[in-house]
């Protein structure tokens, strides 16, 4: 039995798609309104491929895509869109795309890919959503937001900075714009994660993203006929991260670096941008959005807290994860299996509670 | 809730425990004076409200703790309709307090579905 996770908050959508499987007997459905209760879903189910709209209330279809390339990377994902052009879908089946399909949908056409995919299984072609996929994406649903991708084969992140779906900016390590969007696309496995927001306003890459998606496309092309290696296994040691720190993050960022228990952490400002941190144990958390976390105390009950408030999550592929919020800062941590979340609590608090020091 | 809360007792550092229904923000409990049901059920909506968005951020959950003031609540999910919550002080050991709450989860999982049919 296969089972498929339909996922739009358009009940006649989600009715239609259901009925038209449900003829299959060997193909369950099971239904979502929006990206968090897909997430449920998926968190107490074994799913087989994903059909998801993108425009949903509550999380929508990028921070599902997102959530699946961090946690289920090897489930297939097809999208539904009401915004492709029939000239971008076609370019995204240049570029060897097939998972999109527009709204009206094609019910017999959807259902034969949908066979096709599941019969397939995980022989099949089609894995999960790679990252000029997601681009396409934001592309094609003018999308504002900022992606950092983290390839699973270096510890070093790039950021892709995306106004109404134009490419603005790219970085990573010491690249820049074309080189770095270049760079960054050609990472074969990644893992994404989308802030709905983009602090760049100057667009800085001149050239089209579909041109970057068809160079990158063509190079592998070659690559692959000349037998050569993949690009990201040359990549040198990651150089340090470029920008600023903010003066409360540094001395958060002393006691995290000399705590023996922890693995790795991330800090975020108030609009979920990683900031810049030198150091092997500092990396994003894939699609992490420290501001999502934090969402249920910004409430009146709890504004007349006082003190730093620390979140622990123990998760079930082992992972013990410590967020706390502090100002405009909050930190992401995962712990060593076994390490006591209270000697950093205490450490945390007795550094927070100190004034700044100045003339110490 | 007062077996629970006798069985828990043995960890230093508990306070109280509480189990909550969030579809009827319904609460069950033996929490130390001064937790009224309004009181614990908006804890109890808060606690799950962090379960979900720490299950968006990091997949599937064991538990959710919040440290605040001072004390810590441990929430653990039972079933789709009820969780459990642990008040206990902020020092408290986590690792000996999730122990005394897994094994105690059946008993949980007992004690929500007979209070559900009555």
Not at chain 1, 28 to 51: K, M, P, Q, Y
Not at chain 1, 126 to 153: A, G
Not at chain 1, 265 to 289: C, H, K, N, W
Request: net charge negative; proline share 6%.
């Amino acid at each position: 039995m296969k089972t498929v996770l339909v996922v739009d908050n358009d009940k006649s959508t989600l009715h239609t798609i259901s009925r038209q499987l449900q003829s299959y007997e060997d193909v369950s459905v099971l239904t979502a309104e929006n990206g968090r209760d897909a997430v449920a879903i998926l968190n107490d189910n074994e799913v087989d491929l994903i059909i998801t709209d993108i425009q949903m209330p509550v999380m929508d279809g990028f921070s599902l895509l997102a959530h699946l390339s961090q946690h289920y990377p090897g489930i297939p994902a097809f999208i539904i869109t009401a915004h492709g052009t029939p000239e971008n879908i076609s370019k995204s089946k240049k570029l060897g795309i097939s998972h999109f399909f527009k709204k009206p949908l094609d019910m017999k056409h959807l259902t034969r890919k949908i066979i096709e995919q599941l019969d397939a299984g995980a022989d099949g072609q089609i894995h999960c959503m790679s990252l000029p996929t997601f681009l396409q994406l934001v592309e094609m649903e003018s999308k504002t937001c900022t992606l950092t991708i983290t390839p699973h084969t270096q510890a070093e992140p790039g950021r892709l900075y995306f106004v109404e779906g134009e490419l603005f900016a790219a970085e990573t390590g010491n690249l820049e714009n074309e080189e770095a969007a270049r760079e960054i696309i050609g990472w074969e496995k990644a893992s994404i994660f989308i802030a709905n927001s983009c602090k760049k306003r100057v667009k800085q890459v001149s050239q089209p993203l579909m041109r970057i998606l068809m160079e990158n496309r063509e190079g592998r092309e070659s690559r692959t006929a000349e037998g050569a290696r993949p690009e990201a296994e040359d990549s040198a040691a990651a150089p340090e991260p470029a920008g600023t720190c903010p003066p409360d993050a540094e001395r958060i960022i002393e006691a995290l670096n000399t705590d023996p228990g922890i693995l790795q952490y991330g800090l975020y400002d108030d609009q979920d941008a990683q900031i810049p941190v030198a150091g092997t144990r500092s990396a994003p958390f894939g699609p992490v959005e420290p501001s999502r976390l934090f969402a249920p105390l910004h409430t009146p009950e709890h504004a007349q807290e006082k003190g730093v408030r620390y979140l622990l999550f123990f998760a079930k592929t082992g992972s013990q994860i410590l967020a706390f919020e502090f100002g405009n800062i909050r930190a992401v941590i995962a712990l060593q299996f076994g390490y006591p979340p209270r000697e950093l609590i205490r450490k945390m608090n007795t550094l927070l509670a100190a004034p700044e020091p100045t003339n110490a | 809730m007062r077996e629970l809360f006798n069985e828990l007792r043995s960890v230093a550092g508990f306070l109280g425990v509480c189990l909550y229904y969030p579809q009827t923000a319904a609460v069950e409990e033996a929490m130390p004076e001064g937790y009224t049901e309004a009181r614990l059920a908006a804890i109890g909506g808060t606690l799950v409200a962090l379960y979900q968005s720490g299950s968006t951020c990091f997949g599937p959950l064991h538990d959710t703790v919040l440290y605040e003031n001072g004390s810590m609540l441990l929430m653990k999910k039972i079933t789709d309709e009820a969780f459990v919550y642990v008040l206990a002080e902020a020092g408290t050991n986590i690792f000996l307090l999730r122990i005394a709450l897994g094994l105690l989860s059946e008993n949980l999982l007992e004690k929500s579905g007979a209070s559900a049919k009555s």
